[in-house]
């Protein structure tokens, strides 16, 4: 799905997707004409990151996008019996 579709359905407005992508903590694709294309799993990942912020976890900045993203991909892993 495009960007502003992920955002409507996510209630995360485009530049806060843009900013997680650039953080990787929100993998995209891009088409052939350089869209950003995100797969289904982008909504329940917006998701964990909300509710990790809800919860007081530290953000990208304060605790090392390396480890945040690490820590959110042994959690999706985990979560849908990939790990």
Do not use: H, N, W
Not at 11 to 23: K, N, S
Not at 25 to 50: K, M
Request: charged letters at 25%.
């Amino acid at each position: 799905m495009r960007i502003s579709q992920l955002a409507e359905r996510s209630g995360v407005p485009a530049t806060t997707l843009r900013f997680y992508e650039g953080a990787g903590l929100l993998p995209a694709d891009r088409t052939p004409a350089g869209y950003r294309s995100y797969d289904e799993d982008a909504v329940e990942r917006l998701a964990f990151i909300g509710a990790a912020k809800r919860l007081g976890l530290p953000s990208a900045p304060a605790f090392g996008r390396g480890e945040l993203r690490e820590a959110a991909r042994t959690c999706f892993s985990a979560a849908s019996g990939r790990g």
